[in-house]
């Protein structure tokens, strides 16, 4: 036998090697092809397709539509009861992060390299803070996200000012750097005010920021000047921070403004202006009235779910008239149906769910996002809020999938269902923005996950049920920034009415504002921090004579708590 026709042979008889592994694997399992036979695929892009059908290979849409071969080798999914829609995108969010590195303030014992350390502070310049690099797969909150249809997240720090720099990344892997889709992708700077230190107010906050692009424009001309000539002038000292601030100011990386309130809104646009940053707005919960100020700028906007309470906007008590394309009226027992929940009968709520409604009549691209949002869950029902409340079905789907992927320079590769772009998808029963609808399976990756509910927890969560029993002494943990902080919270009850009484190293304070809803708690209390009254609100499960939650910290951001009835806990 001559060499070419060896060679000619080991060719043939290698492909054919191959092929059989292929149906080996298929036959396994272990293949990542397979096939999604859809009642109803919602392509964002490019309308619905009715019994569709979805290829992925290797974690790649390989083909989508409605007469598609299914390879033999694809694990086929009937889904003709269900509705795929792309994966959801969390447009900015505290996630998947190993914890919160805040470089010291300059008066502190810092090292003197500047180097990230454990939080002391705010964050106040640290924007060469690269959020890829504190990546952890193993967060829980992910599995959280992704149970809800988010796939994609764009994760940093959420407060300080000059914070660092945010990572795309897809909600599953064992890796940090199998999750990531973009990095970096923006510089985020906040507004977020120190408590009895500098800077402790607005405008203290906007002098640091402003000095800094001087500061950085200066450096940067010492620089140019000395690569120019450097006999005969000083070499500038190396800093990282201002370092990291050129490409901003350049414009080669855009810059998210963290603002939620109409004056942070309209001086975080006056700075990008002075110094001409590619700004996106981010929280924007006052959008509405910088609305047309957004639009002359075309500044896009990553608008938070987080609803505030009333109170908490500028200018309350306030009316907004919402123009344009409404819903159908609601048949009588569907208004009857409304009237039974206080919130959706709260005309005051009502506005400020339809602050998205009016950025979009104002022609506004915005992304959704669940920026100081407490509980994942309410990412989509606050969506659906916002459509109940003038905001078009269509665009707020865009919101949570396509609108995003373009506002971070990713719409190739996710964001809409379409050939050659990433396996992202949920599948649903019903209309995703409907009450009654439950995903049942979520791609990441082209990775299937299966999303199992809890019935017992579904029971507990049940605003019918009976409220759980959380009269007595809880001995609470708080996982403070700074670390663990041990609390006791005293409670009585009579039926759903709760009162009681916190007490911590900060001295104590009655609870306010109560609400137990099955097994759901909340309330607030009133503490002296720095000599200043703070008001943090508590969002607690209970199960059994053990409890966990979250706080809300106001200005100061938030923190997770867990608490025991001491007699029942173990030793």
Same mark, same amino acid.
């Given at each position: 036998m001559d060499f070419k026709l060896k060679i000619q042979m080991l060719l043939f008889f290698g492909s054919l090697l191959s092929a059989l592994n292929g149906v080996t694997m298929a036959a396994?399992?272990?293949? =990542?092809? @397979?096939?999604?036979?859809?009642?109803?695929?919602?392509?964002?892009?490019?309308?619905?397709?009715?019994?569709?059908?979805?290829?992925?290979?290797?974690?790649?849409?390989?083909?989508?539509?409605?007469?598609?071969?299914?390879?033999?080798e694809a694990e086929l999914i009937e889904a003709d009861s269900l509705t795929v829609y792309p994966g959801l995108i969390d447009a900015c969010v505290s996630l998947a992060l190993k914890k919160k590195p805040v470089k010291k303030p300059p008066d502190s014992s810092s090292d003197s390299d500047g180097e990230t350390?454990?939080?002391?502070?705010?964050?106040?310049?640290?924007?060469?803070?690269?959020?890829?690099?504190?990546?952890?797969?193993?967060?829980?909150?992910?599995?959280? @996200?992704?149970?809800?249809?988010v796939t994609t997240a764009l994760t940093a720090l959420d407060d300080g000012i000059f914070i660092g720099q945010s990572c795309l990344i897809n909600l599953a892997g064992d890796a940090p750097e199998e999750m990531i889709i973009k990095s970096p992708v923006a510089l985020h700077i906040g507004f977020a005010r120190q408590r009895g230190d500098y800077p402790s107010t607005l405008m203290g906050v906007m002098a640091f920021q402003r000095q800094t692009f001087l500061d950085v424009n200066h450096h940067r001309?010492?620089?140019?000047?000395?690569?120019?000539?450097?006999?005969?002038?000083?070499?500038?000292?190396?800093?990282?921070?201002?370092?990291?601030?050129?490409?901003?100011?350049?414009?080669?990386?855009?810059?998210?403004?963290?603002?939620?309130?109409?004056?942070?809104?309209?001086?975080?646009l006056a700075l990008a202006e002075e110094f001409r940053l590619n700004t996106i707005l981010a929280g924007a919960t006052e959008g509405w009235r910088v609305a047309e100020l957004l639009k002359s700028q075309q500044v896009p906007v990553l608008l938070s779910l987080n609803?505030?309470?009333p109170d908490q906007v500028t200018g309350y008590p306030f009316k907004l008239k919402i123009?344009?394309?409404?819903?159908?009226?609601?048949?009588?027992?569907?208004?009857?149906?409304? #009237?039974?929940?206080?919130?959706?009968?709260?005309?005051?709520?009502?506005?400020i769910y339809a602050n998205a409604a009016r950025l979009s009549q104002?022609?506004?691209?915005?992304?959704?996002?669940?920026?100081?949002?407490?509980?994942?869950? =309410?990412?989509?029902?606050?969506?659906? #809020?916002?459509?109940?409340?003038?905001?078009?079905?269509?665009?707020?789907?865009?919101?949570?999938?396509?609108?995003?992927?373009?506002?971070?320079?990713?719409?190739?590769?996710?964001?809409?269902?379409?050939?050659?772009?990433?396996?992202?998808l949920l599948l649903t029963t019903?209309?995703?923005?409907?009450?009654?609808?439950?995903?049942?399976?979520?791609?990441?990756?082209?990775? #299937?996950?299966?999303?199992?509910?809890?019935?017992?927890?579904?029971?507990?969560?049940?605003s019918g049920a009976a409220p759980a029993n959380v009269s007595g002494a809880w001995s609470v943990t708080v996982e403070s920034p700074q670390g663990a902080v041990a609390a006791t919270l005293t409670l009585?009850?009579?039926?759903?009415?709760?009162?009681?009484?916190?007490?911590?190293?900060?001295?104590?304070?009655?609870? @306010?504002?109560?609400?137990?809803?099955?097994?759901?708690?909340?309330?607030?209390?009133?503490?002296?921090?720095?000599?200043?009254?703070?008001?943090?609100?508590?969002?607690?499960?209970?199960?059994?004579?053990?409890?966990?939650?979250?706080?809300?910290?106001?200005?100061?951001?938030?923190?997770?708590?867990?608490?025991?009835?001491?007699? @029942?806990?173990?030793?």
């Open positions: 396994s399992g272990v293949a =990542d092809v @397979y096939a999604i036979r859809a009642g109803r695929i919602v392509t964002v892009s490019s309308g619905v397709i009715e019994n569709g059908i979805i290829i992925i290979r290797d974690g790649i849409i390989e083909k989508v539509g409605d007469n598609i071969e299914i390879p033999v350390s454990p939080p002391e502070s705010i964050a106040l310049l640290q924007p060469e803070w690269m959020a890829s690099d504190w990546l952890d797969p193993k967060d829980a909150k992910i599995k959280s @996200y992704r149970e809800i249809g001309l010492l620089w140019e000047r000395y690569a120019r000539q450097k006999r005969g002038w000083r070499r500038p000292l190396a800093n990282k921070s201002l370092d990291a601030l050129f490409p901003a100011l350049d414009r080669r990386m855009p810059v998210i403004m963290l603002a939620d309130r109409e004056n942070e809104i309209k001086r975080a609803f505030p309470k123009e344009g394309p409404k819903t159908e009226p609601a048949s009588a027992e569907a208004t009857s149906d409304k #009237k039974s929940e206080p919130e959706k009968d709260d005309a005051e709520m009502s506005e104002a022609g506004i691209k915005f992304a959704f996002c669940s920026k100081g949002l407490k509980k994942p869950e =309410d990412f989509i029902k606050n969506a659906a #809020k916002a459509v109940k409340h003038g905001l078009a079905e269509d665009a707020a789907l865009r919101a949570l999938t396509l609108n995003a992927a373009q506002i971070f320079g990713v719409s190739n590769q996710i964001g809409s269902i379409e050939d050659g772009k990433i396996a992202n019903g209309n995703i923005f409907e009450d009654k609808a439950a995903i049942h399976l979520v791609f990441v990756d082209g990775k #299937k996950f299966e999303v199992k509910k809890d019935p017992s927890k579904k029971a507990d969560n049940n009585h009850q009579s039926g759903s009415e709760i009162t009681g009484e916190f007490s911590s190293e900060v001295g104590a304070s009655p609870i @306010y504002n109560s609400r137990l809803s099955g097994n759901e708690l909340e309330f607030s209390v009133k503490l002296i921090i720095a000599g200043s009254p703070l008001e943090i609100t508590f969002y607690g499960t209970v199960t059994g004579n053990s409890m966990e939650g979250a706080i809300d910290l106001g200005e100061m951001g938030s923190a997770g708590f867990t608490a025991i009835k001491p007699e @029942y806990q173990r030793l």
